[in-house]
T-cell receptor, first 110, second 116 residues
Framework: QSALTQPPSVSGSPGQSVTISCTGA?????????VSWYQQSPGTAPKLIIY???SRPSGVPDRFSGSKSGNTASLTISGLQAEDEAHYYC??????????FGTGTKVTVL | QVQLQETGPGLVKPSETLSLTCTVS????????WAWIRQPPGKGLDWIGL???????SYKPSLKGRVTISVDTSKNQFSLNLRSVTAADTAVYYC?????WGFGPWGQGTLVAVSS
């Protein structure tokens, strides 16, 4: 199984919106709404911020939103804040009943 | 509040077996599915496998044959065994709960180095 493809980096100024894409295949992203997103700051464990494509766990700001079209899922951070600077990873369930992670994206707040 | 904690050796010799345990508090391991995920230094996340609450497992295809994940309901723990390790298996190893097709919460992670 191949890793899902994410852009290596995206950047934006405070208050702006940024979108991170997560491209897979018909055997993973395209088959299920089982796509989730994680935020990882340096030296810490990843944190779940989106599950089932667009649902937010309790406590995650509504600035974070998710969507999916075909084989590509997306994470949008609206009203970018300095504390959003981190690495972001997507993951998807697959038709082989396994999971696959994305390659990861570094978000920089300018 | 569900919490997870990884424990195990921080150094394993090449060709030997890496063994880690994840202790779960705040819920029973029987209630959810549980995952092991690793992250080589400076690299991205890599899903290793999953154990369902009743013991059924699913593994990353490229690791199948080397990996075993099991659950011990009496100790409220689940474990990872990775055989015949090489330097490529050096990573921070995380345990996590599989919840609604996402992973959360996660343990703090434990660094395992493979070196002679």
């Amino acid at each position: 199984q191949s890793a899902l493809t994410q852009p290596p980096s995206v950047s934006g100024s405070p208050g702006q919106s940024v979108t991170i894409s997560c491209t897979g295949a018909s055997s993973d992203v395209g088959s299920y709404n089982h796509v989730s997103w994680y935020q990882q700051s340096p030296g810490t464990a990843p944190k779940l911020i989106i599950y089932e494509v667009s649902s937010r766990p309790s406590g995650v700001p509504d600035r974070f939103s998710g969507s999916k079209s075909g084989n590509t899922a997306s994470l949008t951070i609206s009203g970018l804040q300095a504390e959003d600077e981190a690495h972001y990873y997507c993951t998807s369930f697959t038709t082989s009943t396994t999971y696959v992670f994305g390659t990861g994206t570094k978000v920089t707040v300018l | 509040q569900v919490q997870l904690q990884e424990t195990g050796p921080g150094l394993v010799k090449p060709s030997e077996t890496l063994s880690l345990t994840c202790t779960v508090s705040g819920t029973s391991v029987s209630n959810y599915h549980w995952a092991w995920i690793r992250q080589p230094p400076g690299k991205g996340l890599d899903w290793i496998g999953l154990v369902y609450g009743r013991g059924k497992t699913s593994y990353k295809p490229s690791l199948k044959g080397r990996v075993t994940i099991s659950v011990d309901t009496s100790k409220n723990q689940f474990s990872l065994n990775l055989r015949s390790v090489t330097a490529a298996d050096t990573a921070v190893y995380y345990c996590a709960r599989d919840w609604s097709w996402g992973f959360g919460p996660w343990g703090q992670g434990t660094l395992v180095a493979v070196s002679s």
